[in-house]
C-alpha cells in the first residue's frame, strides 16, 4: 500500500515510529483483536535482512547507516563538549544497533513510579507484562521472577558458555571490596544491587529486532516516511482532538488513536511542531500554541578505561556478547550524599528523601577489550539514576531537523557525587591492593589524553571531576521525556487532548535503574 491508499483509510491505530515500543505495543493490540486497523509509519528502512547489523562486531551499529548521529548542545558542566548521542532509525528503532543487554531495572524504582503517579498498575508488583517479554535462559532460576514463553530470547554468561577467564578473579576482587554477589548471580529478579551475571536478548549471539520478534506481518508499516505534524483539531473551545497525522510529504491520514512512540528524542518534537508544548519555546518558531505543556529529558552518562596485558578467548562463542562475565550494580555512601542533596536542594534532606533510601546508583561493567591485542581491559561506570533534568527545544519549524538535545548532564552535586564514588570504588576495585585485581592482574591505569596522571586511590575530588568533564559521555537511554503524571495520565494519554498517546521511552516520570 502506498501513501495515497493509505490515506483513504479510517485507521483505528496511527503509530508514529516503529522501534521496540511500537513493535510491542502494535503486535500485542494485533493479538488483542485481529480486525484493528493499524498503522505504522517509520522514517528509516525495514532492516530484517542485513548482515552487518547482527553480531556483537558488526561494523554498521553506532555511527552507521541506521543511526540518527545526534549530537547533544554544547554541555555547560562538560567544558561545553557537546556529546554523541546515536538513536536507531529503522523498523525496530534502537534494537537495531543497540548492545540488548537484557536489564529490567530496580523494584524500587518502579514502585516509586507507581506512587508518583498514584496508579499501582506501574509498580513492580504485577510483573506480567515482564514475564510474557521473556524466554529466559534457565526454568529454574528464580522461577517466578521470569517468563519462559515471550518472544524475548534471554541468553546469559553461563547459557552461552563463555565463561571469561578472568572471571573468578573479577568476581573475589567485587567481594574484596565489599559488592555481594546476587542470588543465582540474577540481577533481573528486582534486585541488582551486588554481582550479576551479564544477561542479553540474543540468539545465540544474533540480534533479535523487536520488530521481528514481534511480527508486523498482519500490521501496516509504512518505512521511509517522515511524519512531520499531529494533526489537531480544536473541537469546542479548549477542546482538542487528535485526528491523525500530517507526512512529511503532505500527506494527510487519519486514524482514531494517534500512537507517538517515535522514541524520547522525537516524540516531544512532533507534538511542539504541532502547537502543543512550552508556549515559550513554540513562540520562537512562530508556530500557534493549542497547548503549553513542558518537556524535559535525562539521560545516563558513562565511562572510563584501565589498562593491562591479557590474552584471551578463542572459542566463537566468545564473539557471541559484550565480553564481560557480569553486571554490577552499587549503592553510595549515604553521609555523602545528604550532603550533595543539601547542596542541591538548600535544606538537609528528610530521612524519608528517596534517594536515601537502598538505591541502584551506579552501574559497573567490567569488559575484556580496549585494545585489539588484549592488552587492555575497560570498566565503564554508569550513573543509574540521573538527578540533572535536561530538556528538548526545536531546531527550527521543519521536521526533517533534530531537535536541540541538552540532557544538561551533570548538573546536580548528586550525580557528581555518585559519579566520583563509582569512580573510586572502581579505583579501588583495578587499582588497589584491597583486590586480586589490582594485586595480581593489572598494571595500572592506561590513563587518558590530555592528563598526565593516571587514576589512583590518591586521585582528588578535583581531579576526578576534571576527568568527568573533560571524558564522559552518554550511554545511550535518553528517557522522561514527555513523563507520565506531568504530561500524561497514567493510561498514556496526553492530558488535554484527546486521542493522543505516547507508549515509548519518554514516558517515565522517575529513572528505571535498567537498560530502556
Ligand atoms: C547504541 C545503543 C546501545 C543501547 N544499548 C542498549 C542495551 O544494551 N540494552 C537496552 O535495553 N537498551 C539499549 N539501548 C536503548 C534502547 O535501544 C532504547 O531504550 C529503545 O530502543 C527505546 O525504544 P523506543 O520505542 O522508545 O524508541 P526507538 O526504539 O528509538 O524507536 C523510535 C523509532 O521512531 C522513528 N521515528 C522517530 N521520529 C520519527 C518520525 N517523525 N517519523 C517516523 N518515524 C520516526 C525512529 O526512526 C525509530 O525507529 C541502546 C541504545 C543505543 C542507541
Known sequence: MDSSQISDILWDYVFVGSGLSASVVSHRLYEHDPNLKILIVEVGPNVSDRADIVWPNSTNLIGGEFDWKYDTTSQANLNGRSISLPCGKALGGGTTINANGWVRGDEFDFDLWGSKVNDRRWTYEDLQFMRKSEHFWSDSINKMQHGHNGPALIQSVTSTDRRFPLRDYALQAWSEVGIDTLPHLDGNAGNPLGVGELQENKMSGRREIASSIYSLDCITVLNETLVGKLLIEETAPGHLVTVGIKLQNGTEIRGRETILSAGAIRSPQL??????????????????????????????????????????????????????????????????????????????????????????????????????????????????????????????????DPPLIDPNYLSTAVDRYVLREAVKLQIRYTGSKETVIGREILDGEAGVPGFDEQFSIHSTDEYIDARFRAGIGSSYHPMGSVAMGTVLDTNLRVKGVSNLRVVDASVFPVPITGHL
Request: charged share 15%; no cysteine; glycine share 10%.
Open 271 to 400: 507534538p511542539m511542531l504541532s502547537g502543543i508544548g512550552p508556549a515559550e519555546e513554540l513562540a520562537n518558531f512562530n508556530i500557534p500554541v493549542l497547548l503549553d505543556q513542558p518537556y524535559k529529558v535525562k539521560d545516563p552518562a558513562a565511562g572510563w578505561e584501565l589498562g593491562s596485558p591479557n590474552s584471551l578467548f578463542r572459542k566463537p562463542q566468545y564473539g557471541w556478547g559484550i565480553p564481560s562475565d557480569f553486571v554490577v550494580s552499587s549503592d553510595v555512601s549515604k553521609d555523602g550524599l545528604i550532603a550533595a542533596i543539601a547542596e542541591g536542594e538548600g535544606v538537609t534532606p528528610d530521612p524519608t528523601h528517596p534517594l536515601l533510601s537502598k538505591r541502584t546508583f551506579a552501574e559497573h561493567v567490567f569488559m575484556y577489550a580496549g585494545a585489539p591485542d588484549g592488552s587492555l581491559v575497560t570498566l565503564a561506570a554508569i550513573i543509574m539514576l540521573p538527578i540533572s533534568h535536561g530538556a528538548i527545544k526545536l531546531m527550527s519549524a521543519n521536521p526533517s
